[in-house]
T-cell receptor, first 116, second 111 residues
Framework: NAGVTQTPKFQVLKTGQSMTLQCAQD?????MYWYRQDPGMGLRLIYY???????DKGEVPNGYNVSRLNKREFSLRLESAAPSQTSVYFC???????????????FGSGTRLTVV | TQLLEQSPQFLSIQEGENLTVYCNSS?????LQWYRQEPGEGPVLLVT?????EVKKLKRLTFQFGDARKDSSLHITAAQPGDTGLYLC???????????FGTGTRLTVIP
């Protein structure tokens, strides 16, 4: 099925470990995003890539890095995991970004990360 | 501080009842979208509204965009258990290259 694929679905890390969350979309979308979702906080933007070759910080970028590998793939890396990074992570894509945005986001099904 | 405030946070109703949930901001939206999220899944887009005063209908769901483009409402008629989920509003604000999301309204429809 067409859409956004995230791997892994679940992960448990020890404090200080590193890992990369993978995201791929097959809709030829230009823009891709990483959000985290925490109870009572809603979805908060970590990083986004408006187009291939560009990345920008969102609301909560500290402790994360991203790579837009090609038009399809956008990965999120935790270099040294902390318990505060326990969350559900969502990747999304859209056809375009910019002012007057009116293109919907397509989301993946999420990665549930626990840092102990 | 949340750019988008949604109310109520939680809503539990009986099957067949009507309900309205709200999304408000002090900022003007360039566009506004509503999503529904089910447990263990990502949000799924329901509708996009871009013009002040716009009303869109999707079967039993009616979406309204405020005249000043600072607020929106979602009205569900004759709610069904399949409507259960987290309803999120999201807005493009100013020249931002991304959407801002509200914290959501968690709806439970009891059979």
């Amino acid at each position: 099925n067409a859409g956004v694929t995230q791997t892994p679905k679940f992960q448990v890390l020890k404090t200080g470990q590193s890992m990369t969350l993978q995201c791929a979309q097959d809709m030829n979308h230009n823009s891709m995003y990483w959000y985290r979702q925490d109870p009572g906080m809603g979805l908060r933007l970590i990083y986004y890539s408006a187009s291939e070759g560009t990345t920008d910080k969102g609301e909560v970028p500290n402790g994360y890095n991203v790579s837009r590998l090609n038009k399809r793939e956008f990965s999120l890396r935790l270099e040294s995991a902390a318990p505060s990074q326990t969350s559900v992570y969502f990747c999304a894509s859209s056809n375009r970004a910019g002012a007057g945005l009116n293109y919907g986001y397509t989301f993946g099904s999420g990665t549930r990360l626990t840092v102990v | 501080t949340q750019l988008l405030e949604q109310s109520p946070q939680f809503l539990s109703i009986q099957e067949g009842e009507n309900l309205t949930v709200y999304c408000n901001s002090s900022s003007v939206f360039s566009s506004l979208q509503w999503y529904r999220q089910e447990p263990g899944e990502g949000p799924v887009l329901l509708v996009t509204v871009v013009t002040g005063g716009e009303v869109k209908k999707l079967k039993r769901l009616t979406f309204q965009f405020g005249d000043a483009r600072k607020d929106s409402s979602l009205h569900i008629t004759a709610a069904q258990p399949g409507d259960t989920g987290l309803y999120l509003c999201a807005a493009g604000i100013g020249g931002a290259n991304n959407l801002f999301f509200g914290t959501g309204t968690r709806l439970t429809v009891i059979p």
